[in-house]
């Protein structure tokens, strides 16, 4: 059985999200694609960076 470790479900939601956004918000291929990706990046960065802030204010 497949058991994600949470940076793993993270990436996993952000990618299936962006393609979902992607898709939806533009009109054409190269569009979809470029706002996919950026969709997926902030994601995957927004979880890391809030990440680290929750890991400096439990210290």
């Known amino acids: 059985m497949f058991h994600p470790s949470h940076f793993a479900a993270v990436v996993l939601f952000a990618l299936f999200a962006s393609v979902v956004f992607g898709i939806t918000m533009r009109e054409t291929p190269i569009k979809m694609v470029r706002y996919g990706l950026y969709c997926f ?18 210290r």
């Open 41 to 58: 990046v902030l994601f995957v960065g927004s979880a890391i960076a809030l990440s680290w802030l929750m890991f400096l204010i439990a």
